[in-house]
């Protein structure tokens, strides 16, 4: 437990710099950007005159120097206080809450589908490498891994929504459904297959990899000839030496691919119009929403950071030589 | 009611015809739901503020303008809040006749005061267009409650006026908005209204939810009991949804032109090429006259003779656009110039001209380079880029494409001049006054979008502009500025590509679909499912 | 046994290498076998494939052929993915041998930097980047490039420790070489295999995010790319899908290739650091 409690507080310590390099890089990454958000909104309103430009400018701060407005930034942040979003004209925290939950809710159901999938099927594989099954599997594997994930969501919607009705086409829900209960949860369950495979196939492949290969090189272990000496054979054999071990790397790589799957559901989010994290980046770089893309980046960071914090944990119950020397 | 665009469609293909059955008058049956699919979510929704397709496409079942657009009417407009408009002699002051037994959604009563307080406070100091057309309005008096007499500070011609009213006087209530900061007010998205729905929820990201008005003053309207636009910014999930069934409309060509061959062919979908007539867009290219080849009238013509328009509609259209040879589309029968063309389809006579004019071709065949910005607005601008460019390759001119978001576009082109030419597609407002003399008078300062940002001057122009702001008479204003159209054509001041609007594909089973020249912006109030 | 024969030892291996060889070769070639400008208006628009010889893949919405595009975008994906994944190898490897020689506060500095760029979804700034300097090809290779570079630079920091302690190394401090020379000419090669045997895996992925990015709308308007094809053709799927499977059966088959050749020379490194 003081372990646990020692790896948060360095992981702590360490946040506080990436996340001041994190501000102030997206900040005046988004300050270089050619037009700003007051070009965006005219634009979306069909245009306007020089007044109305000078005037929105005032309001939205934009007539200050990008330094004084980093500066109101950061200081407002040490509040708390995410900022006010000129798209959508609400608070950034409230906007971004908004969407967390279904970003989190798609990323979660990826994960565990590739996790569970990915390692059972490595298991598969990597109980009798170079077989048969073992070839295929991989090599299936590895296609799926050659997939581009909006190209397989459009493949999925025309099959499973257009051409056999079986599910929606997108959306995180029926809209005004006014569904209560498990069957809104349902109702959301069946919106999320879809996305789900899109984004989790691919990791799926990766996972089902890293066990595979895990598990071939474990093989020619002593400590795993060891066990076969004593006579331990079969699944017993496969299950407690080698794929518990083989688990450790993908339990690794699944904390390094949380920032890499959140990416991934920008383009997922948009083939399959779901309101999430992912989508609202890309609204507020198109419309030039400084603090409203600062609020979604710093709300990934403490997600990937919160994600990676609990491997962390989890890896040190899995496999207690960790000690709290590790990471960085 | 069938089709127009698909009628052309099936023309152009020489095919038989596509199956059009006589369908009998159908009558809309009260309630049920229509889903629709809606590409933004403006922040704030308030019509009177905000005039844009975005807003009126939610906003206008909920507030109302004095008059709307129609095929019939006198002066082809129909009657909401004001049943009569009269301007007087001298051009200083229009009478309006309002609508009696009209409440706003929370009860109270709506009166002349409301117009009054939405024409000073609302439309002339915040409406993005409104303020350019009520500019010079001093003040609107209320003799009595249903009767408003807006009066001019200089003669204003009554028939821009009316020309504007179904885009730029949409009412708001007075009782919600005095004494408040107007752009902050909670009712600029929780919108109250007079219109056939009310507002109800929205989810943002998810949708918007409006629900019908039981006490519209059209006794027995609207007939469906809840409007939703489901949000989908992706034009190929708006296809996918109405296959599946998820929704019964997608309007504003939510669903991508090059598909809708195949979608006129699914059962029980139909296509609309009509009902935007309002809305037409301008397929434009604009030119930078301050580059120097460019300054030259004879190269700009060259531009306009290596764009084959015909192909253009074809390819890029699939045939739902027409040819356009001019500032003022052909269907706006009272303005557009017949008699006058932008120089046609003609490599030959572009290469000539470009070597009358000097630029010769270099040893790789390239007469000179340009930066070519296609607006980043539609599918059709970009690609027309991509065509523009292959065009231009033909006549030896290196069109180099620079592709930009939409902020970094209209600081390239409208702030910091850094474009040779660009593809653009300036919308058509019904008169020349209010869209499209700002794409050619001079003098106007840089970062002001949508405008003459082009270094194109000619006093000519600007004093026929001038001349029909002042003129009251209706027929010498048309005159006047069909003699300006016929001179910026002749300058090719800038180059008229295409003149397009939108498509709507909808459930077979909607009865009052694509009724009026800007119906997906209309109150929808006689929409219905058929019973 | 020979590096080249352990790479093509197992069946995954020829295939990668041999596809691999081909798309290599296709790109260098295809200024001779598709000549002109792949987005020149060829034909009529949406012909289907082996409707017209002349356009034996058919020809897309202006009517561009689809063959030349499809040679001319398997130049543009795999300069893109090439460039992107030697930038992305040059920052990681110079950081992660900085790091590692010099160690104390440099290292600190310089692996807090990694985290934090690990700890924000990469593809969100490459978004941003792309928006501020619009969508340019390089700009798009750099791009790609900050959000890969952390994983070498991890890798070769980790072999840089393991070995800046060697006897070689101390020999050259006694030489009197500078600590970034013996980093660099010293260290450096005998670190480098790891980080490079990573290649494979930054080329695939680089033309994944490509693609994705063009997808997105954010690929460089004057080039074809098999992402824009898609991108393209995604309009008209369900009309005239053969546009959209092409380049992605395109895109499935080069980053596959690019995977199976290295993990044959992964396997083949591993065997060949055995035997030395």
Redesign the interface.
Known sequence: MTRALGLLRRRLI?VV??FC??VVG?FL??E??????V??Y?????????A??AALRA?WGLDQGSLARLAAYVAALLRLDLGWST????PVLS?VL??LPNTLLLMGMATLLALSLGSALGVVCGARPGSVRDRAVS?AA??I???????LG?VL??AF??EL?WL??????T??SGLTGWERALDIGRHLVLPVLALGLVYMALYLRLMRDGMAELWSQDFVRAARARGMHGARLVLRHVARNALLPVVTMLG?QS??M???S??IE????I?GLG????EA????DTPL?LG??LL??VV??TVNLVIDLVYALLDPRVGSGTG? | MSSPAVSRRSALAGAATLPFLPRPAQAQKRGG?L?VAAD?E???LNPAI???N??FFVASKLMEPLAEASYTGRDGLAPRLATGWEGAADGRSVTFTLRPGVTWHDGKPFTSADVAFSAMEVWKKLG??G??VFRDLEAVQTPDAHTAVFRFAVPTPAQMIRNALPVVTSVVPRHLFEGTDI?KNPANVALVGTGPFRFA?R?????T?LIRNPAYWDTGKPYLD?I?Y?????R??AA??L??E?IQLAAFSAVPLADLDRIAKVRGLKVFANGYEGLTYQLCVEINHRRRELADVRVRRALSHAIDRDFVVRAIFRGYAATSQGPVPRHDRVFHAADIAMPGFDPARANALLDEAGFPRDASGTRFRLRLLPAP?FNETRQFGDYLRQALAAIGIDAQIVS?????????VY??HAFDITVASP?YRGDPAISTTILYQSGL?A?????NQYGYANAAVDGLIRQAAGTIDDAERVRLYRAFQKQVVDDVALINVAEFSFISVARDTLVGVSNNPRWAVSNWADLGFAG | MSFARRVMETG?GRFGVVMLALLVAVALAAPWLAPGDPLAIAGEPLLRPLQDMAHPLGTDRLGRDVLSALIHGARTSLLVAVSAAVAALGIGITVGTVAGFLGGWVDEAL???A??F????????T???I??T?PRAETIVLGIAI?AWM?PARITRAEILSLRERDFVAAARVIGMRPLEIAFREVLPNALTPAVSLAAVVV?AAV?IE??LS??GFGDPNRVTW?SM?AEG?TV??RAPYL?IIP?VG??????SV??TGRGVARALRAWRVLA
């Open positions: 360490g710099p990436v390099l994190v997206a990454l988004l270089a950007a050619p037009g700003d958000a070009d965006a005219l634009a979306g309103i069909g245009g306007g005159d020089a109305q430009r309001e798209a959508f004209a609400r906007v908004e969407r090599l590895i296609a891994y050659a997939m581009p994930g909006f190209w459009l919607i025309v929504s257009v009705r929606p086409s997108g959306g995180i829900e809209v005004a390094l920032a890499s959140l990416g991934g920008v383009v948009s083939v399959f119009a309101p989508r609202l980046a890309s770089v198109a419309r030039r893309l979604v980046i990934s960071a990937v950071m960085g | 739901r889903t933004s403006p922040a704030n905000i005039a844009s975005g807003v993005n267009l303020r350019a752009m929820e989810r943002p990201g998810e949708y939810r809840e939703v489901r949000v989908l910014p992706d190929a999930a996918n949804a296959e599946a998820e607005f930009n978001d939409t902020p970094a576009h209209l600081k390239a702030t910091d919308v300062p970062g002001v979008p949508f405008a | 995954e692996m807090r930097l985290e934090a690990q700890t924000v979804p990469a593809f969100l700034l978004l941003a980047l928006s501020v619009g959000g994983q695939a994944l693609a994705a997808f997105l992402g898609i995604r799927l369900r959209s992605g895109l499935v088959l080069t980053v596959l995977h199976l």
